[in-house]
């Protein structure tokens, strides 16, 4: 990624709305959900005017890959998660973005997906302050 592109990124408003910036990998910015019922944090490329998981070039698309896998790895280890979800849906926010999502089998949505289902639940700021505190020990 150039200097260039970076300076040219700007967040999505709704992502910018719904998350707690936690800091930045080589490739992404990376978001915590503020939904406190599940470990959730989202990956955006910063890079200007991606939509789809193939607007990516070949490299960067490697590096996404493997930003995924590491936090994927230990977010899990860090919350004690049982399962880690991954997935770039895109249909409420067009901005390429891939939700990295801690569930357990006792949360409010399992064995299901957890869109559509309850109401965001948001972290107290002492809660806010300690998640993400924890979510940046874990990136890469």
């Given at each position: 990624?150039?200097d ?11 992502l910018?709305a ?12 990376v ?9 959730w ?6 890079h ?10 070949a ?7 493997d930003?995924i ?8 280890e860090?919350f004690?998660?049982?399962k880690?979800n ?5 249909n ?13 089998r ?20 002492d809660?806010?302050?300690d998640t993400?505190k ?7």
């Amino acid at each position: 990624m150039t200097d260039d592109t970076a300076k040219t990124f700007t967040l999505h408003p709704q992502l910018a709305a719904d998350c707690e910036t936690v800091g930045d990998t080589p490739l992404c910015r990376v978001l915590l959900s503020k939904d406190s019922r599940f470990p959730w944090v989202i990956l955006v490329p910063r890079h200007a005017d991606l939509t789809e998981w193939h607007d990516l070039d070949a490299t960067d698309r490697v590096v996404l890959s493997d930003e995924i896998a590491h936090l994927s790895r230990r977010l899990k280890e860090e919350f004690g998660a049982d399962k880690t979800n991954v997935a770039a849906l895109g249909n409420m926010v067009p901005q390429l973005h891939v939700h990295v999502v801690m569930r357990y089998r006792d949360d409010a949505a399992w064995p299901g997906p957890i869109w559509g289902v309850g109401k965001p639940v948001p972290y107290s700021e002492d809660a806010l302050a300690d998640t993400v505190k924890r979510i940046r020990a874990c990136l890469p």
